[in-house]
Nanobody
């Protein structure tokens, strides 16, 4: 059984940093493009980054580029999302998932992703 577990969320002040973790079991991270997503109350889930270790691909949308960085530890089968210069609008539940349709990262639709974890809450206070 494939399972993703996100952790590391919490409450942080504007301008602060957090590092989220996404631990996977049942599959190898480096065989897939792994995406990070977030969903704020009343808003649609959006992609905020992707890493595909096996093909050396990464992607960040403009809203987080330069502030968020994804890294992976293949030995631990864990992926990390380092978030710096946090803003109140970054408040959301953060998720990771695997793209089952392609290995290159990009602004791909949500239906291509599977194995969603339970998410971890990030709250940025102003």
């Amino acid at each position: 059984e494939v399972q993703f577990v996100e952790s590391g969320g919490g409450l942080v002040q504007t301008g602060g940093s957090l590092r989220l973790s996404c631990a996977a079991s049942g599959l190898r991270f480096d065989d897939y493009a792994i995406g990070w997503f977030r969903q704020a109350p009343g808003k649609e889930r959006e992609g905020i980054g992707c890493i595909s270790v096996g093909v050396g691909s990464t992607y960040y949308p403009g809203s987080v580029k330069g502030r968020f960085t994804i890294a992976s530890d293949n030995a631990k089968n864990t992926m990390y999302l380092q978030m710096n210069s946090l803003k109140p609008e970054d408040t959301a539940v953060y998720y990771c998932a695997a793209n089952l349709m392609r290995r290159m990262c990009g602004p791909h639709p949500l239906h291509e992703y599977a194995y969603w974890g339970q998410g971890t809450q990030v709250t940025v206070s102003s």
